[in-house]
């Protein structure tokens, strides 16, 4: 790319691209270009401009430098992706809206006063149609409001009110629409899948870990349990309870067998399938994610659904009250400016933005949220449950030992544990991966069907042999697997500072593999954070034995820890507690957290965990740093105190309009113009910043 520096600050550099012009195509390709690196703190691309922002660390010349080497051809983003950017949404409503205002006051300053009124008659008859339709639904709400204050004001041939009314109204509906879109945009965004690598069966019928963008219609791959299936297509064996959530919003998993069609975005809870691939990721998914929210009042939290019904439900009372006002009066200037002044335009748009602000801004930290009503719950949350592993842990635990329990070599055993391994998502999995790959240990497919038991571990057959691996109660406790005599006194001598992962074969006990589960640095600041937020209650539950999880729990600072807890047991604590009246939060980034995730009111999944956590979960989270849940946690307390004060902005602002309406002090014109101006005032007030950096 050419370009030239424009201006240039404390590690912040403004270019300049030296191109004819930038569409938002282009313009979307670079900026995830340059957020994909880590030296690129924040970066803005403006596509009217030309010009790229960037914020940085390190040294200026990697940015120059990544600059120089970029073209567009070089990345090749999902069509989905570019889609629901909201780039060229976001440019569209503002030509909507310049375009809406030249006209309105171009025709002001040179149309005659007849070719106005003509107009402004012809557009009228668009509101009140729509009140009528209204009232011969049996509906009182805004669009007779609004039908009955320019009909009023056409009739007193007062067409320049009635033209600012219907002026300010349409302002106000392109507003809303860009609202809505913009949110759908954003949940879409935040939905779509993340799955780089995808198991492809081969002419002879092995599993190869090859790149999504790789796979071709007709290609078949396998879905293991706890995956996100990550195209459209029909199964062709094997059987899974898939769960369809984030497609249909229910909430039971479905079961897939032969011939069945299955949806890209969907996950397999239990059982593994193999798919022969019919569409590629991307086409199908975007739409089905639109229409799932179209139907859905998964944006709106408790206080916006309340908004927007208090705002119907005073219509009737404006309507009175410019009845009882004319009674009274027989004044028609004081009647009609109580129809000129209502409480719905601004509480039907200022909370939907407020709230698409808090979510885009949470963005902004990393932090992907579903909708508004998780950051209400987050907001009224009192108790707070973490998983130990990949949580109040970092997501990269590794192996330290591995203590021989047969004759076989330590590689030997790390390679049968790696193959077994790979297969499934979980920190402590690609632990044993990742240990095997850093001795250059190749283990390709040598088992059988693998079968993935949640919580416990891993059951296949080697030559004819069961094999199985996973922890203490899978291996010695369930599958009776036993230590072999000559080596119960180094079994009892188990470092009992690691995580352990016990291998057994033919039932006996061939290797322990320690793991390192390094605790996070900021798990206790965030603990105490989070409770000078107002969180009550902090609780750790992990499968780990009681030595490790009492050292953890010690070290966080949290009010309770559990060990050894299965699956079912972080639901039930989660449902026993809501039984009880807490709000709860779950954050947990593995398969065994799914269940507690749904459960809990506001479940968050870390980034880097299993696949099925994040579709499951409400929130999701970086994982570099836990403090994005105290931001999370922040943030939401701040849109509460935000949508409140707004609330009573609105009604003590529009209230004293209508008073001084009625009291003669402001014509109907004048109230028209301040309600319509402090309405966008108070949305754009909604979209400042909520945390001060």
């Known amino acids: 790319m050419r370009f030239i520096i424009k201006h240039e600050g404390k590690k912040r550099l403004r270019v300049h691209a030296l191109q004819n012009r930038m569409t938002c195509r282009q313009a979307d390709i670079l900026q995830l270009y340059l957020d994909g690196f880590d030296f690129v703190e924040r970066a803005a ?47 569209e409503y503002r030509e909507r809206l310049t375009t809406t205002v030249l006209l309105h006051y171009g025709k002001q300053w040179l149309l005659p006063a007849p070719i106005r009124l003509i107009l402004s008659s012809v557009k009228a008859l668009r509101y009140i149609f729509k009140g009528l339709r209204s009232l011969y639904n049996r509906r009182i709400d805004v669009a007779v409001l609004d039908a009955a204050s320019i009909g009023v004001s056409m009739l007193r041939g007062d067409s320049g009110t009635a033209g600012s009314i219907m002026f300010l109204l349409r302002i106000g509906e392109i507003l809303e629409e860009w609202t809505h879109k913009k949110s759908v945009d954003d949940l879409v965004r935040s939905m779509s899948l993340q799955t780089a690598r995808v198991w492809l069966v081969n002419d002879k019928g092995q599993e190869i870990l090859v790149p999504s963008d790789s796979i071709r219609i007709g290609d078949i791959v396998r879905v293991h349990m706890g995956n996100v299936i990550p195209f459209d297509g029909e199964v062709t064996d094997g059987e899974a309870m898939v769960n369809q959530a984030s497609l249909t919003g229910e909430g039971l998993a479905v079961r897939k067998g032969a011939h069945s069609y299955v949806y890209a975005g969907t996950v397999s809870e239990e059982g593994e399938l193999t798919i022969r691939v019919r569409q590629l990721a991307g086409a199908s998914r975007y739409e089905k994610i639109i229409t799932m929210i179209e139907e859905s009042e998964k944006l709106k939290s408790k206080l916006e659904a309340h908004a927007e019904n208090l705002a119907d439900r005073l219509v009737p009372y404006s309507l009175l009250g410019t009845a009882f006002t004319w009674l009274i009066t027989r004044n028609t200037t004081k009647a009609l400016s109580i129809l000129m002044v ?133 291996i010695i406790e369930d599958e009776r697997c036993f230590v072999p ?13 690691y995580s352990h992962l016990y291998l057994a074969l033919e039932n006996r006990l061939a290797a322990v593999i320690c793991i390192e589960d390094p605790l996070r640095e900021e798990a206790g600041g965030v603990i105490a954070a989070l409770k000078a937020a107002g969180i009550k209650k902090t609780v750790m539950m992990t499968g780990d034995n009681e030595y490790t999880a009492r050292a953890i729990a010690e070290r966080v600072g949290v009010d309770e820890y559990y060990s050894d807890a299965l699956p079912e047991d972080k639901a039930a604590f989660v449902e026993k507690e809501k039984q009880k009246g807490h709000r709860i939060i779950m954050i947990g980034d593995g398969i065994n957290d799914s269940l507690a995730l749904s459960a809990a009111d506001v479940g968050i999944a870390i980034s880097d965990g299993a696949e099925i956590a994040r579709e499951i979960a409400d929130v999701t989270i970086a994982a570099e740093d836990l403090y994005e849940v105290v931001t999370l946690k922040r943030l939401s307390d701040a849109l509460m105190k935000r949508i409140r004060s707004n609330y009573r902005t609105i009604v003590g602002f529009n209230a004293g309009l209508i008073s001084l309406g009625v009291a003669g002090v402001l014509p109907p014109a004048t109230s028209a113009l301040l309600h319509n101006t402090s309405t966008i005032a108070i949305s754009l007030r909604g979209m400042e910043k909520f945390l001060k950096d």
């Open 45 to 91: 691309v403006y596509t009217e401009t030309q010009d790229i922002a960037v914020c940085y660390r390190g040294e200026r010349g990697q940015i120059l430098d990544a600059l120089q080497r970029f073209h567009y051809g070089q990345i090749k983003p999902s069509e989905a992706v570019l889609q629901s950017s909201g780039r060229a949404l976001s440019m």
């Open 342 to 474: 209502d409480f719905s335009c601004a509480l039907k748009l200022a909370m939907p933005v407020t709230v698409l602000s808090a979510i885009r801004e949470a963005g902004s930290h990393g932090i992907t949220v579903k909708g508004g009503k998780y950051l209400e719950a987050m907001a009224e949350a009192d108790t707070i449950v973490f998983d130990k592993t990949g949580t109040l842990t970092k997501a990269m635990p590794s192996v330290v030992k591995i203590l021989s329990f047969d004759d076989r070599s330590e590689d030997e055993l790390l390679r049968i544990a790696a193959c077994l391994e790979e297969h499934f998502p979980h920190s402590m999995a690609k632990a044993v991966v990742d240990a095997a790959s850093a001795r250059g240990l190749s283990h390709e497919e040598m088992h059988s069907k693998v079968e993935y038991i949640v919580a416990h571990g891993i059951a296949t057959t080697i030559d004819g042999k069961l094999a199985v691996i996973g922890s203490y109660h899978f």
């Open 485 to 497: 005599d000559n080596m119960k006194s180094e079994f009892a001598k188990l470092p009992m500072e």
